[in-house]
């Protein structure tokens, strides 16, 4: 008898997906395949100057079947689709969209083909600030804290400020919106062939992480809750859910068309979809109290503790804290950096100026070598300053970052805090600079861990995934100094997909719970970095510097915001 039993991950990151075919019974890895957004990489439905980040519902679908039609050819094509029992997703959040009655995106009818606003809307848009703000001052009036499964402030990126936004931005959308659905519960809802948007499952974590749903207030706020705050939100909470479910329950079976679409069985399972940190922290091994960072063009940071120990204990300044939402019977508490990876991009791109813009019209060069130089010095700019950095040495006096350059997730939300660079000299040379960014985003690590601790929360290990704990020995060495702890690299390289795996794993059967799952199907680190004593003295001192400039940057931001209320203010009044 043939016992194989095989399992598909699917992980939707912020520029690509990328699928796994994984051996349920030990881990290995058949196949993995990697699809880039083909909308998304011409900057469609985008405008970075107004923080408008859009992604078209094609853009998954495609990537969905490309990446596992690939995965099943690598892995031997019909021999084995057999064997394939189950398949789970995650994706990033809060990335939601507005669907119709029947659960379609509203994108995908003609008549909103092009507009962004009926697009899901990724996690990293911040179009909805003021709605955040709005939300944040309106829980203050009632007598029941709603925001305090959250950290007590609500995001700009979370889903209800995104929703408020696109309903007053939108008339049309508004219209036709029927309810407002997560990424990670669309997904197994497409691959179940569903067409009603009320049995949508939705994810336990997506739903206490962004929507305010929690087991306290007996699903999501009350309705009032939100009409009070705009009359446009009144009737969604009746729309949208009560419920909700772990991922190590079944969203239901595939479809017919998905069956056949991609050529598997019509028996194979589909799990509850989650956020692809959670997930990533599964496939990391994450054992209690340990912090597991996917460190990637964000962070998003994940510990776990048992639901008996945190008992009643809210943690502040957190993105959130829900019973369930990475291993059933833990409390997941989820932190995070807006932008890490994203800060070395900027910097990439802001010394690529010459590069992008000038070298097109070169006389001395055709445009075809124009374009590959630019591909492969593209390649190599990162790992060529990090090399350069790493050869310099640590001094107190050094130039200083603060990481904001997207806002600030954790700790204490605020988008519109900005980042900043000082201590520059004529001697501040690209390798200088880029590495006061990396030990800026490696400060902001530390402030999150700190937080933890002080709110009673012991970080016992630093567990390392995603593409820069992958790539970068640099930014890694200077986390573990800067954190004065190891940091521990887990050897899997889609170590969400592999997450996602293993949820497939349980929700078809074949492991009992996730933690069983974790035990059969995860093989440990490869990698592990030392704090250096030397460096950590030194990155004590500078982190108080961090903190102090970063003091700095806040006030100023607050006040020029509150000259520009009082302008507006005075406005109205003359
Ligand atoms: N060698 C490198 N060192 C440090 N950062 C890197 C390196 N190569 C790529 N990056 C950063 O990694 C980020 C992408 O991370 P990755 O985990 O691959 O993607 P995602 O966040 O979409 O899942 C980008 O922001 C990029 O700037
Ligand atoms: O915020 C979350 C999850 O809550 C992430 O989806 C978000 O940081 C996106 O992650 P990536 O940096 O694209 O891996």
Partial sequence: ?????????????????????????????????????ARWKKGLYCNAAANQFRQHPLDYIEGLEITIKDCIQLAGGAEITPYIKGISVDTTGSSPVAVDKTGTPLALLPEFENNPNAMFVLWKDHTAVKEAEQINAHATRFDVNYLKYVGGIYSSEWFWAKLLHVLREDQQVRNACHSWVEHCDWIPFLLTGGDNAAEIKRSRCAAGHKALWAEEF??????????????????????????????????????????????????????????????????????????????????????????????????????????????????????????????????????????????????????????ALKAELSEEIIPELSRKAALLPIDEANELAVDWFNGRRTPDANQLLKGAITGLSLGSDAPRVFRALVEATCFGAKSIVERFIQEGIPVKGIIGIGGVAKKSPFVMQTMADILGMPIRIHQFTHTCALGAAMFAGVVAGIHPTVEDAMTAMGKGFDENYEPNEANQKIYAKRYEQYKGLGEFIAFQIAQSKDQVSAANQNQVVS
């Fill in 1 to 37: 008898m043939n016992s194989n039993q095989f399992v598909i991950g699917v992980d939707y990151g912020s520029d690509s997906v990328r699928s796994v075919i994984i051996d349920a019974l030990n881990g290995r890895e058949l196949a993995s395949s990697v699809y880039e957004y």
């Fill in 218 to 371: 007996g699903g999501l706020p009350p309705d009032g809750f939100f009409s009070s705050l705009d009359p446009l939100l009144l009737g969604f909470t009746e729309r949208l859910f009560r419920d909700t479910y772990t991922s190590d329950i079944a969203a239901g079976t595939i479809s017919k068309e998905w069956a056949h679409r991609l050529g598997l069985s019509e028996n194979v399972v589909i799990g509850v979809g989650a956020f692809d940190a959670h997930m990533g922290a599964v496939g990391g091994q994450i054992e209690p109290y340990h912090l597991s960072k996917v460190m990637g063009t964000s962070t998003c940071d994940i510990l776990v503790a048992p639901t008996k120990d945190i008992d009643g204990k809210l943690v502040k300044g957190i993105c959130g804290q829900v019973n369930g939402s990475v291993i059933p019977g833990m409390v997941g508490l989820e932190a995070g950096q807006s932008a890490f990876g994203d800060t070395y991009a900027w910097f990439k791109n802001i010394i690529s100026w010459p590069l992008n813009n000038l070298l097109d019209h070169s006389k001395v060069i055709t445009p075809d070598v124009a374009e």
